[in-house]
């Protein structure tokens, strides 16, 4: 099993002692440490962690101007924007990327993660907003236009890993913000390519678009190609009022929200998940602890 911190967790503090203390933790128990760069990492910070000795996996894209969007009609267009990140993967030697590659629109949407609802609303449009939130009506789930998109996003997943096969490319089910693509179960089914699952997003997907969130992830684990998934605790009650700052919370690991942690790493465990990344805003070895006394105490 492999157990990566995100970037996400290095945001505040001494990065080099968290990386030992949980690498240390990780290894004692007999499981591989990795990092995933996340797509808000900066050129300063990434000049600072790309000489250490660890494997690397790559939240794309990393240190360019545009995310990749694989709904824009030029296949070109979408090249352009993943290049970046190949070059990065090449020079880390790094085998795996994942991102998220379906946002309906034409428009570029700049990679300014910390103004992502921003960005977004620049980028799409503002039909697509649920009662002037920053969520999608799941109603544009059903038309023609989402469905032309959806089979664009497929199409050109196919020919990006045709151009890199020597990569495993992922692509991460969304958030469901406004003009976010893949959402539900059924979403990521359809692409028919490797997957990246995030639980912080499928539960709040779950709650908007009403379908059960366990069973979600079973269906995903047991459906598609899961090369790695994204833990952390959402925040966000089932009663959620589609308001800020609920949604997408990247908390620490918790017993004291709606989100049952154990049921999902039990669910991913029985599953034969063994590729989890901490996506936890200053994530530490508390929740490096979590996790491995949660995974060890269940049984199959």
């Known amino acids: 099993?492999?157990?990566?911190?995100?970037?996400?967790?290095?945001?505040?503090?001494?990065?080099?002692?968290?990386?030992?203390?949980?690498?240390?933790?990780i290894e004692s128990h007999g499981f591989e440490f990795g990092i995933q760069l996340h797509n808000s990492i900066t050129h300063d910070f990434y000049n600072k962690i790309k000489g250490l000795d660890v494997q690397f996996t790559i939240h794309a894209p990393v240190l360019s101007d545009y995310f990749i969007n694989l709904a824009n009609n030029d296949f070109q267009t979408v090249l352009a924007t993943f290049q970046n990140t190949a070059d990065i993967m090449q020079f880390l030697q790094s085998n795996v990327a994942l991102f998220h590659g379906f946002f309906m629109t034409q428009k570029p949407i700049r990679n300014d993660p910390a103004n992502y609802n921003k960005v977004l609303r620049d980028a799409v449009d503002n039909k697509y907003r649920l009662k002037n939130t920053r969520v999608m009506d799941p109603k544009f789930l059903e038309t023609e236009e989402f469905l032309a998109c959806q089979?664009?996003?497929?199409?050109?997943?196919?020919?990006?890993?045709?151009?890199?096969?020597?990569?495993?490319?992922?692509?991460?089910?969304?958030?469901?913000?406004?003009?976010?693509?893949?959402?539900t179960p059924e979403h990521m089914i359809s692409l028919d390519c490797p997957i990246w699952l995030d639980i912080g997003h499928l539960w709040a997907s779950a709650i908007l678009n009403k379908f059960d969130f366990y069973t979600g992830i079973d269906i995903i684990c047991k459906e598609c190609q899961v090369v790695g998934v994204h833990l952390n605790?959402?925040?966000?009650p089932l009663n959620w009022n589609l308001k800020y700052p609920d949604g997408d919370t990247h908390s620490h690991f918790s017993r004291a929200y709606d989100m049952d942690m154990d049921k999902i790493i039990g669910i991913l465990k029985k599953n034969h998940i063994t590729h989890f990344t901490i996506e936890v805003i200053d994530g530490d070895v508390d929740d490096v602890t979590f996790l491995i006394e949660t995974y060890e105490s269940i049984y199959q």
């Open 233 to 236: 605790t959402n925040r966000t």
């Open 151 to 183: 089979n664009t996003v497929k199409k050109h997943m196919k020919q990006l890993r045709e151009r890199y096969p020597y990569y495993t490319l992922c692509i991460e089910n969304d958030f469901p913000g406004i003009g976010n693509g893949n959402q």
């Open 1 to 25: 099993m492999k157990i990566e911190l995100s970037t996400m967790c290095f945001y505040h503090g001494d990065f080099l002692a968290k990386v030992k203390q949980c690498r240390n933790l």
